[in-house]
């Protein structure tokens, strides 16, 4: 059997997790992005829209039955969101985010077993889960190492107005419906700061990804 490693990697939004997890990416790594995978189980003839309907009510969807991005992110994240609204979007939707999660996971560690490659270097499968931190009592996996990207809100909130096109407001808001950089300090071993300038921190990124080849 393949010897797995598997990597919690989370962050505020805007504060470079993904520059990190494309980094390990191309050292090898799986990389299992919830993000992705939040807008895959919202799909048209997904089983998760109908139930969105069903909660939320026929705002939630466009007219051609596609999800209302716009209007749920302002019923969900929006300074005047309904209390509750957020929970009830991820009780419908984090299910079906891990279960293909383990899909993936599985299928990785299949090919591993079917591979020719150096079976003494664990398989390095890394979940990035921006909000880890909300979610750790109930993910239904366990994490050899957390990593957490962290830089200071006012860069994050100006690198989403420049990058993304929100408004101050908008950033703030997204968040201020985030875990706080404390409550993720709390479940990481290891902290990447990203206002160091980008080769730091990816060769911190390559440091950790090397380590971990070697652990096991």
């Keep these: 059997m393949a010897l797995m490693l598997r990597i919690g990697l989370t962050g505020g939004i805007a504060a470079g997790k993904s520059t990190v997890a494309a980094r390990w990416r191309e050292l090898g790594a799986v990389h299992i992005d919830y993000d992705a995978l939040a807008r895959q189980v919202v799909e048209p ?17 466009n007219p051609d039955g596609t999800l209302n991005r716009a209007w749920v992110a302002g019923h969900i994240f929006g300074r005047d969101a309904e209390p509750g609204a957020r929970e009830r979007l991820d009780a419908i939707e984090h299910p079906l985010i891990y279960d293909e999660a383990r899909w993936i996971e599985a299928n990785a560690a299949a090919a591993a077993e079917r591979s020719e490659t150096d079976t003494t270097r664990p398989l390095i499968v890394v979940h990035d889960v921006p909000l880890l931190a909300e979610v750790i009592n109930t993910i ?36 201020l419906h985030q875990s706080n950089e404390e409550e993720r300090l709390a479940i990481a071993d290891v902290v990447v700061d990203s206002t160091r300038p980008l080769q730091d921190m990816l060769a911190q990124a ?6 971990w080849a070697l652990s096991m």
């Design 206 to 211: 390559d440091a950790l990804y090397r380590q």
């Design 140 to 175: 239904p996996f366990d994490f050899d190492h957390i990593v957490t990207v962290e830089a200071p809100i006012d860069v994050r909130v100006e690198r989403m107005i420049a990058d993304r096109g929100m408004t101050s407001d908008q950033a703030e808001a997204r968040i």
């Design 45 to 61: 003839g997904g089983e998760a829209l109908p139930r969105i309907a069903e909660a939320f009510g026929p705002e939630s969807l």
